[in-house]
């Protein structure tokens, strides 16, 4: 209860403050204090999540005999209510992210370095994931669990199969196991390349360098550090702005192009909640509606010729 307590004003990136360098826990909440401008603390949802974390492992030590109780049930403040509202891009928007240093080179491979210019190409889940979205509106942990055998032809499309057919593999709901075709554009700039050259590699995953957790969030630190750059180049100007919201440009862009919404859930897999939807095992949507719908995701204003 302690813990919860500092944990409710524990400044916000502490650890990389030079004022708070070699403080105890105690003393930097205390050090925050003084300060003639103090550093803002974590939300209540940043502080549930931390609970929530010590919270798993506690149950762990329940299951597994170390405790006899979970220690942090019903320490959970409440939720402070829906989400922030997500912004779409604008194409002068998409045309800044993916001319920025990151798309074309940078100054090292390091998330630090990557905003700055230099002769460094990353081709990487950092560099793929963004674009994926962009062209598909899948999540991000979607694409950055996907295996080279889900990169695949049927008949002559190549198709994005997005299951849990893994003990690691997980999705957000049931509607979200679907197949989605491959976008031209990610065909011309060398998706399907990088994937043969993963598996001619013996690779299991796409992006192999992505550690994928047994239990918690896939690609966390991505979307995190994904947020701070768009930040860095200038494209995130609002709370609004996250990485998210590659996946929200998508379903705008789509309805549009005139594609209604009961349409559009077919390959952003959001969850459905009809009767019908309960019936049957087949996916919903047929492959040629599919690929007519990523055909029709287009960005008129952005020329990304330079990545192929």
């Known amino acids: 209860r302690e813990w919860k307590e500092i944990l409710a004003e524990w400044p916000v990136k502490a650890t990389e403050t030079a004022v708070f360098k070699d403080l105890s826990i105690r003393e930097v909440v205390a050090k925050n204090k003084t300060l003639a401008a103090p550093k803002p603390t974590l939300t209540r949802n940043t502080l549930r999540r931390y609970l ?3 919270g798993g492992f506690c149950r762990w030590l329940v299951k597994n005999d170390y405790l006899d109780a979970n220690p942090v049930t019903d320490m959970l403040p409440k939720k402070n209510g829906p989400a922030n509202p997500r912004d779409t891009f604008t194409d002068e928007a998409l045309t800044t992210l993916f001319t920025s240093p990151l798309f074309t080179t940078c ?3 390091e998330w630090r370095d990557l905003d700055k210019p230099g002769n460094v190409a990353v081709r990487d889940h950092r560099f793929w994931i963004p674009l994926i979205m962009a062209f598909s509106g899948a999540r991000p942990a979607e694409i950055a669990q996907l295996h ?32 989605v075709p491959v976008h031209p554009e990610l065909i011309r700039i060398g998706f ?3 994937c043969q050259k993963m598996a001619d590699a013996g690779e299991k995953q796409v992006f192999p360098e992505v550690e994928i957790p047994k239990e918690g969030q896939i690609a966390a630190q991505f979307s995190r550090e994904f947020n701070r750059y768009m930040t860095a180049i200038g494209v995130k100007t609002s709370k609004a702005i996250v990485t998210y919201s590659l996946r929200h440009t998508v379903t705008d862009r789509l309805r549009l192009a005139g594609f209604m919404d009961n349409e559009i859930e077919t ?4 969850e459905k909640r009809t009767q019908t939807s309960k019936y049957g095992k087949r ?26």
């Not at 390959?267 to 959001?270: E, K, R, T, Y």
Request: proline fraction near 1%.
């Open 283 to 308: 996916r919903e949507g047929t492959l040629k509606l599919r690929v007519e719908l990523v055909n029709a995701i287009a960005y008129p204003g952005l020329n990304i010729d330079h990545l192929c």
């Open 107 to 109: 100054k090292s491979t």
């Open 192 to 194: 399907l390349k990088h």
């Open 267 to 270: 390959i952003v897999g959001h």
């Open 52 to 54: 929530a974390s010590l």
């Open 148 to 179: 080279a055998v889900d990169i695949r032809q049927d008949g002559d499309i190549w198709i994005m199969d997005i299951n849990d057919e893994d003990e690691n593999k997980r999705t957000k709901n049931q509607n979200s196991k679907r197949v």
